[in-house]
Each structure stands twice: as C-alpha cells, then as structure tokens.
C-alpha cells in the first residue's frame, strides 16, 4: 500500500509541470496577457508539430535505398554464412 502511495506521488510530481505549464495562461488576469500566453503556446505546439521537411532530390534518395537494400544483403548473406556452419545435416 505504501509503495503505492509512492508511485502514486511519484507521477503527480513528475506530471505536474507538463500540465502546469499548460495552465498557466488562465490565470493571468490581463487579457492581452493572456492572449500573448496562448499564443506562445499555439506556436510552440506548431512547431512539435511541423512535419519533416519533404525530401525533393529522388537521386539521393534511391542512391539510400539501393545502399540500404546492398547492405541488407550482406547481412543476410552473413548470417545465411553463419547458420551453414552451425547447422550440419540438419
């Protein structure tokens, strides 16, 4: 019971400061205040969310992707190297 409590603190504490951080908009009693905070908010919540930036050059990009497919190739011929050894008659 008591390590509940415990973890139980334990999370309010931890978690309180992301919620704070949220509330702290109401209570400011000017409204251009107030305004400006939600605003603050708004753009640092567009920002967690801005997508990655598109890539536009496919050259790069299948140059990636036949060296990924390459190395996973040798990887699996290593491994296919690997188990011939381990493996005898099976």
């Known amino acids: 019971m008591k390590l509940l409590v415990l973890l139980a603190s334990c ?3 931890v978690a309180s400061p992301a919620l ?3 509330e702290t908009c109401r209570f400011i ?3 251009p205040e107030r305004e400006a905070c939600y605003a603050r908010q708004e753009a640092a919540l ?3 969310r801005k ?3 598109a890539i536009t050059d496919t ?3 299948d140059a ?3 060296e990924s497919l390459q ?3 040798r990887d699996d011929a290593e491994v296919y190297r690997s188990v011939n050894g381990i493996c005898r008659g099976c």
């Open 20 to 22: 704070a951080e949220v």
């Open 64 to 66: 990636r992707i036949i």
């Open 51 to 53: 997508p990655e930036p």
């Open 46 to 48: 567009a920002a967690k």
């Open 59 to 61: 050259r790069s990009t």
């Open 11 to 13: 999370l309010l504490f």
């Open 71 to 73: 190395q996973m190739r």
């Open 29 to 31: 009693q000017a409204k």
